[in-house]
């Protein structure tokens, strides 16, 4: 039997089984237990064979967290780790034409955010080492740092810029990189 899908349909089960295999990793790394909701409920529905939206990251399961109440690891002084806590794990951005994924990484030296298409793939760092902005870097080796005023403080202040940084500043830094 042969089975015909349109371009549209290939490019939905790509794009499923590129974000089933994240879910997958994040299983294996630590558990059902380190999904959150949506993810279960996306992995639920990826097995009874029912689409998704994937490009509906959960940036803070809770918007309700208080700073005191994270993760005895997480260092409420440094805004690096509140965004690298707060992050979605994966994220599906569109840019024209052209869709972006945003995955978060961990390398040997920490988190850190993937943004990767068919013409872009670099790192995006925000307050990496105590720096005041957003550091970029690119494939080649090649780093930029974009200065982010004022920086967050609060779990609050992070949700805001991590909102803006998706919306608003991967789009642009794409835009500025893409094909470097």
Do not use: C
């Not at 794990?89 to 569109?94: D, I, K, N, R």
């Not at 978060?104 to 720096?131: C, I, K, M, N, Q």
């Not at 403080?153 to 949700?159: G, I, L, P, Y």
Request: net charge negative; proline share 5%; glycine share 6%.
């Amino acid at each position: 039997m042969k089975i015909i899908i349109t371009e549209s349909q290939l490019q939905v089960l790509k794009e499923s089984q590129q974000y089933l295999d994240v879910l997958l990793d994040k299983i294996n790394k630590g558990g059902m237990e380190s999904l959150s909701n949506k993810e279960r409920q996306d992995l639920v529905r990826i097995s009874n064979g029912e689409q998704i939206h994937i490009n509906s990251p959960e940036v803070d399961p809770d918007p309700n967290v208080d700073i005191n109440d994270l993760d005895d690891d997480v260092d409420v002084s440094d805004p690096y780790n509140m965004v690298m806590y707060f992050s979605p794990e994966y994220y599906e951005l569109q840019v024209g034409d052209l869709k972006y994924m945003i995955e978060r990484v961990e390398e040997y030296d920490g988190d850190h955010l993937r943004v990767s298409g068919v013409d872009a793939d670099f790192y995006v760092t925000p307050f990496w080492e105590g720096r005041q902005g957003v550091l970029i870097e690119l494939m080649g080796g090649k780093k930029v740092l974009f200065k982010v005023n004022p920086v967050p403080r609060s779990s609050a202040e992070v949700r805001d810029f991590i909102k803006r940084l998706y919306e608003e500043m991967i789009p642009k830094i794409i835009e500025k990189f893409r094909d470097k």
